[in-house]
T-cell receptor, first 113, second 116 residues
Framework: GENVEQHPSTLSVQEGDSAVIKCTYSDSASNYFPWYKQELGKGPQLIIDIRSNVGEKKDQRIAVTLNKTAKHFSLHITETQPEDSAVYFCAAFMKTSYDKVIFGPGTSLSVIP | GAVVSQHPSRVICKSGTSVKIECRSLDFQATTMFWYRQFPKQSLMLMATSNEGSKATYEQGVEKDKFLINHASLTLSTLTVTSAHPEDSSFYIC????????????FGPGTRLTVT
C-alpha cells in the first residue's frame, strides 16, 4: 500500500549547523509534498511544501528538494537555532480511491546550543 | 490567516461515556476537514475525511459507529467518541482545507483525550 518512509528518526545537531531529513514515497502519482513541524503538545504546522512540477523550493533557512524519478524528497534547515527543535513530519499527497495525505513517521530534531 | 481551533484542548472522561471534540476554521470556509489520531511518539494517523453536508469517509479499521463525525457547516466539524475506553486515550487533531482541489491542510492545536 501507500507508504512514506522518513530518516533519520532522531537527529541532533549543534546550533548553527545544518540539518537534513530525507523521505521516500511509494505512489508515483503523488504530486504534493508538505513538511510539518510539531512542537510538544501542539498540532503540526506547515513550514514548507513542494509540488511535483518543481525540483527545489527555498524559504529563508528552509529548503526542500524533490526527485520524482527516485521518489524521494528532503528537508534542509541551515543555520539551525534551538527553536528549530521539534518533530518534523514529511507527507505525500496520494491519490487512491480518494485524495489523502500520508505522513512519514517523523524525525525528532534537537538543536544543541 | 488559515486558523483552525479545537475545543476542548484537554478532556478527561470516564469509561463508557461519550465526548465531543469541536474543530472550527476561524477565518476561512473549509469544504473538507480531516480527523487524525496521534499516539505518543508516533505519527499522525488519518481517521476520516469529511466534506460539508455529506457523510464522512472513514479509513480502514476506524469504527464509524464509535467515532461519529459531523460536518454540518463550512466552519465546523465535530468528532464524538462514543462509549470511550482507556485505549481511546490519544491526541486527536483536526485539519481543514479550503477547497477540494487545494492540497494545503491547516491543523488545529489538538485535543488530548484521557479515558479513565
Amino acid at each position: 500500500g501507500e507508504n512514506v518512509e522518513q530518516h533519520p528518526s532522531t537527529l541532533s545537531v549543534q546550533e548553527g549547523d545544518s540539518a537534513v531529513i530525507k523521505c521516500t514515497y511509494s505512489d508515483s502519482a503523488s504530486n504534493y509534498f508538505p513538511w510539518y513541524k510539531q512542537e510538544l503538545g501542539k498540532g503540526p504546522q506547515l513550514i514548507i511544501d513542494i509540488r511535483s512540477n518543481v525540483g527545489e523550493k527555498k524559504d529563508q533557512r528552509i529548503a526542500v528538494t524533490l526527485n520524482k524519478t527516485a521518489k524521494h524528497f528532503s528537508l534542509h534547515i541551515t543555520e539551525t537555532q534551538p527553536e528549530d527543535s521539534a518533530v518534523y513530519f514529511c507527507a505525500a499527497f496520494m491519490k487512491t480511491s480518494y485524495d489523502k495525505v500520508i505522513f512519514g513517521p517523523g524525525t525528532s530534531l534537537s538543536v544543541i546550543p | 490567516g488559515a486558523v483552525v481551533s479545537q475545543h476542548p484542548s484537554r478532556v478527561i472522561c470516564k469509561s463508557g461515556t461519550s465526548v465531543k471534540i469541536e474543530c472550527r476554521s476561524l477565518d476561512f470556509q473549509a469544504t473538507t476537514m480531516f480527523w487524525y489520531r496521534q499516539f505518543p511518539k508516533q505519527s499522525l494517523m488519518l481517521m476520516a475525511t469529511s466534506n460539508e453536508g455529506s457523510k464522512a469517509t472513514y479509513e480502514q479499521g476506524v469504527e464509524k459507529d464509535k467515532f461519529l463525525i459531523n460536518h454540518a457547516s463550512l466552519t465546523l466539524s465535530t468528532l464524538t467518541v462514543t462509549s470511550a475506553h482507556p485505549e481511546d486515550s490519544s491526541f486527536y487533531i483536526c485539519s481543514a482545507s479550503f477547497t477540494g482541489g487545494s492540497y494545503e491542510q491547516y491543523f488545529g492545536p489538538g485535543t488530548r483525550l484521557t479515558v479513565t
